[in-house]
């Protein structure tokens, strides 16, 4: 008698075991947490590295965000190389020979827009007037827009 109780908890026990391991889900040998998230990363398109308009479009947004942090610490002379950067990628949208060249020629007045309000910022910026941050805002949100009308 004394067997039975422990064939039956060994049988639980055991079954158990099985229909954890089946309900298991994804790749055979893929068992890690994340592991089909970290697959679908890969396949996004990251803008900011294309060379493209779109991409330099999204390298001077991500430039005049970091010269916003910085104008709003008082770091100034950071701003202001952030700042020529994202006008260097702004510069770059309309004359580098690109496929998507024609799509960035359809938004060329807000592109020559966005290169005067991140003119503005620098000479804000330079002469370290208290209108600094909210200049660099301004190019944050015209660029925000282009972002938007360009598709990304």
């Given at each position: ?10 049988f639980v026990a055991a079954i158990t075991i099985c ?10 040998g893929n068992n890690r947490p994340g592991a089909q ?42 701003a202001i190389e952030y700042l020529q950067a994202a ?66």
């Open positions: 008698m004394r067997t039975r109780p422990n064939l039956i908890v060994l229909v954890s391991s089946c309900a298991r889900s994804g790749e055979p998230n970290s697959n679908e990363a890969s396949s996004a398109r990251v803008l900011y590295v294309e060379e493209s308009a779109r991409g330099d479009v999204e390298r001077a947004a991500l430039a005049v965000q970091t010269a916003l942090e910085n104008a709003r610490q008082n770091r100034l002379q950071q006008a260097q990628h702004i510069a770059k949208t309309t004359t580098a020979n690109r496929p998507d060249q024609n799509n960035a020629m359809r938004f060329q007045p807000l592109i020559e827009e966005i290169k005067g309000f991140i003119g503005a910022a620098l000479n804000s910026a330079r002469n370290g007037s208290s209108e600094t941050t909210a200049q660099i805002e301004q190019a944050r949100t015209a660029l925000s827009g282009l972002k938007a009308k360009m598709g990304g």
